[in-house]
């Protein structure tokens, strides 16, 4: 079945850590996406990928990386996380260029804190 | 430059009542419109989008929205609201032309009384 896979669901992690949040899609589309979304539920785009080699800074300012080796695989990394870094992580993804599907899916997030 | 607004961030309507959850968008070019829902610890799930055709577009779980481009409005609406209807709601746009990105609204968090 098509999806979308975010791991890990959730992460503690201590101050100065190097992490990877990993995001994989099934569906053979070509744009994908991350979004910041703070406690108060806004949604912020962070990063996004129009297919392989391609990464784009998105709206808000990120200290995390991206990488896009592989269509289906759009991974996020922090090289030394703070606790300004807790939030929840969300990776999503569409065709690109859209035809009769515009819209993107996401996965299922992954919420991180830093300790 | 695209945005959205979504006014209100916290609605609370009885079981039973109509939903009414407003968004207004603002694009050079007639946009795609989303609307996404999203429980808790959960990622976001479609509920409806606007493409072309029709402007009165159905979803999932009883909800519609209507696209009115003189007032360039997507609001979202269900007749009767029903308990499991409580979760974030999320108004979204895209460039028709690029698409290069999907903005979202503030968002919306819908309580339902009982």
């Known amino acids: 079945e098509a999806d979308i896979y975010q791991t890990p669901r959730y992460l503690v992690i201590g101050t100065g850590k190097k992490i990877t949040l990993e995001c994989s899609q099934t569906?053979?589309?070509?744009?994908m996406y991350w979004y910041q979304q703070d406690p108060g539920m806004e949604l912020h785009l962070i990063h996004y990928?129009?297919?392989?080699?391609?990464?784009e800074k998105g709206d808000l300012s990120s200290e995390s990386t991206v990488s896009r080796i592989r269509t289906e695989h759009f991974p996020l990394t922090l090289e030394s996380a703070r606790p300004s870094h807790t939030s929840q992580y969300l990776c999503?993804?569409?065709?690109?260029?859209?035809?009769?599907?515009?819209?993107?899916?996401f996965g299922q997030g992954t919420r991180l804190t830093v300790v | 430059a695209q945005s959205v607004t979504q006014l209100g961030s916290h609605v609370s309507v009885s079981e039973g009542a109509l939903v009414l959850l407003r968004c207004n968008y603002s694009?050079?070019?007639?946009?795609?419109l989303f609307w996404y829902v999203q429980y808790p610890n959960q990622g976001l799930q479609l509920l409806l989008k606007?493409?072309?055709?029709?402007?009165l577009v159905k979803g999932i779980n009883g909800f519609e929205a209507e696209f009115k481009k003189s007032e360039t409005s997507f609001h979202l609406t269900k007749p009767s609201a029903h308990m499991s209807d409580a979760a974030e709601y999320f108004c979204?746009?895209?460039?028709?032309?690029?698409?290069?990105?999907?903005?979202f609204g503030s968002g919306t968090r819908l309580s339902i009384r009982p």
């Open positions: 979204a746009v895209s460039d028709r032309s690029s698409a290069s990105k999907i903005i």
């Open positions: 999503a993804s569409s065709e690109y260029p859209p035809t009769v599907n515009t819209e993107a899916f």
């Open positions: 606007y493409t072309t055709g029709a402007t």
């Open positions: 694009s050079s070019v007639p946009p795609y």
């Open positions: 569906m053979g589309h070509d744009k």
């Open positions: 990928s129009y297919g392989v080699n391609s990464t």
